[in-house]
């Protein structure tokens, strides 16, 4: 049975799958595990006389972006489930902003593995033509109906095919466990004693924000955990979707529903918003000043984590995570504003 998307999750534990197992079963994964992670640690640019900001580099991921993570996890979950039986018997499908897919289809392509995708209506055709140059189907959804209405219509294909395995990256519990194992586990060494004061991220699924927080925790209990989303549309908005350009990979559901790994931490974690058009401006303004390029994600956490790094002391560490370095599409967008 497929768990609607605001129903309550399980309590845990939830074991990550037997990765060793996995790379022995499947050595097709290994070369890609050993440049999965590892990503650098920036110092980018603060307030004056405010805390200093550390960024985690995801764009240095394999496939380009913090969701090669979630990927490996759910593709590893899923072989695990299917066990010995013969992979052209296994069938995935996910939905996804783009950066999701672009990992999934990569991987499943790797694999030799049927994968199924449905995504926005706005997803650039250079991903679609990724897609069905694996050879993969996808189905679009009318981006005024929303992420939401991406979800739903996933969940309603899961419905009718049963034959086609549901990742469904808003409710896995693979997604947030490896982002503590690993993105969670990196920053801790990454920041060899420091125990950072407040950690930003943008919302799409919630599993960097909350994996990373309950690992974080373990060096900083008085964490702040900032989570970031579109203006457009922010986290818990009672409004219905929209359709309105919002920067990439982050937004509120709409209709006042909430993502459960998110809601399940409740009041702990504060919420900022970021309009589309101050992200793809910060875009331009952090490669100016740093020559680092982040997305539009990235950049609206850097503008959150300046603001929150503005109301703390300059001895404290606010980190963030610049989740890719920019589609080709952002980039053209970001730079025409200043044309
Ligand atoms: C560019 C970008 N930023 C942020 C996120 C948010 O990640 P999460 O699903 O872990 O909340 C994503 C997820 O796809 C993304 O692609």
Redesign the pocket.
């Known amino acids: 049975m497929i768990q609607p998307l605001q129903a309550e999750l399980s309590a845990g534990p939830f074991p990550l799958p037997d990765f060793p197992a996995l790379h022995r079963a499947h050595p097709r994964l290994v070369p890609f595990a050993r440049q999965l992670g590892g990503t650098s640690l920036r110092e980018v640019p603060g307030p004056p006389g405010g805390a200093r900001i550390l960024a985690k580099c995801e764009g240095e991921n394999p496939v380009g972006?913090?969701?090669d993570r979630?990927a490996y996890a759910l593709i590893c979950s899923a072989l695990e489930r299917h066990g010995d039986r013969d992979l052209s018997e296994l069938r995935l499908l996910e939905y996804?902003?783009?950066?999701?897919a672009r990992a999934l289809a990569h991987l499943g392509a790797l694999l030799g593995i049927h994968m199924k995708f449905v995504v926005p209506s706005v997803t650039p055709p250079s991903l679609l033509d990724t897609l069905t140059g694996y050879g993969f189907e996808y189905a679009l959804v009318d981006k005024e109906l929303g992420f939401l209405g991406v979800i739903e219509e996933t969940l309603a294909l899961a419905a009718a095919q049963p034959e086609w395995t549901l990742l469904y990256?808003h409710r896995n519990e693979v997604?947030p466990a490896f982002?503590a194992a690993t993105t969670g586990a990196e920053l801790l060494d990454q920041l060899d004693g420091v125990r950072p004061a407040a950690w930003v991220?943008?919302?799409?699924?919630?599993?960097?924000?909350t994996g990373v927080r309950s690992r974080l925790l373990e060096v900083a209990p008085g964490l702040r955990t900032v989570g970031v989303t579109p203006a457009e549309l922010p986290y818990g908005s009672p409004l219905p979707p929209n359709g309105l350009p919002k920067y990439?990979?982050?937004t509120g559901l709409g209709n006042g529903l909430h993502q459960p790994f998110v809601r399940r931490h409740g009041d702990a974690i504060e919420h900022r918003t970021v309009a589309r058009d101050e992200a793809l401006d910060g875009m331009v303004e952090l490669h100016a000043l740093s020559g680092l390029r982040a997305?539009s994600?990235?950049a609206a956490n850097w503008l959150a984590a300046r603001a929150v790094a503005a109301e703390l002391p300059s001895d404290a560490v606010v980190l963030t995570v610049f989740?890719?370095a920019g589609s080709p599409e952002d980039w053209d967008l970001a730079r025409s504003r200043r044309a």
């Open positions: 972006s913090v969701k979630v996804s902003g783009g950066n999701l990256q997604n982002h991220a943008s919302i799409g699924s919630g599993g960097t924000l990439t990979g982050a997305g994600s990235g989740p890719d």
